[in-house]
Nanobody, 121 residues
Framework: VQLQASGGGLVQVGGPLRLSCAAS????????VGWFRQAPGLEREFVAL????????YYADSVKDRFTISRDNARSAVYLQMNSLKPEDTAVYFC???????????????WGQGTLVTVSS
C-alpha cells in the first residue's frame, strides 16, 4: 500500500494540528496504521497506532491525552489530531501500514514520506 502524509506545518505552543495519511493500492482496511516521528539527531519513535477496523488505538506516553488517531476506511485515510502541542513534538511525522497493530517500527512494511511539524515557543 502506498501512503502519503500531509498536514504538517508551523504551529505555536499549545496549538492544534491535524495530520492526514492517504493510502492507495492494496485494500487499506486490511492494515493497521501507525504514526511515528523523528526529530533531528534522534531515532524514529512510535507515536500512535490504530487497528485495521479502528477498534484498537494505542499511544506513546508522551502524547497520550493530547493526540488522537482515527481512520476512515471508506476514504482510505488515517488522521492524527494533535492538541496542546509542545516544542518537543517538533519532528518529521511518518505514517506506516502493517498487518499487526503493535508499536514497533519493524512491524510496518509500507511507509509514506514524512511531513514536518514545527512547534514554536
Amino acid at each position: 500500500v502506498q501512503l502519503q502524509a500531509s498536514g504538517g506545518g508551523l504551529v505555536q505552543v499549545g496549538g492544534p494540528l491535524r495530520l492526514s495519511c492517504a493510502a492507495s493500492g492494496r485494500r487499506f482496511s486490511r492494515y493497521a496504521v501507525g504514526w511515528f516521528r523523528q526529530a533531528p539527531g534522534l531515532e524514529r519513535e512510535f507515536v500512535a497506532l490504530i487497528s485495521k477496523n479502528g477498534e484498537t488505538t494505542y499511544y506513546a506516553d508522551s502524547v497520550k491525552d493530547r493526540f488522537t488517531i482515527s481512520r476512515d476506511n471508506a476514504r482510505s485515510a488515517v488522521y492524527l489530531q494533535m492538541n496542546s502541542l509542545k516544542p518537543e513534538d517538533t519532528a518529521v511525522y511518518f505514517c506506516a501500514a502493517g498487518l499487526s497493530p503493535v508499536p514497533m517500527r519493524a512491524a510496518y512494511a509500507d511507509w509514506g514520506q514524512g511531513t514536518l511539524v514545527t512547534v514554536s515557543s
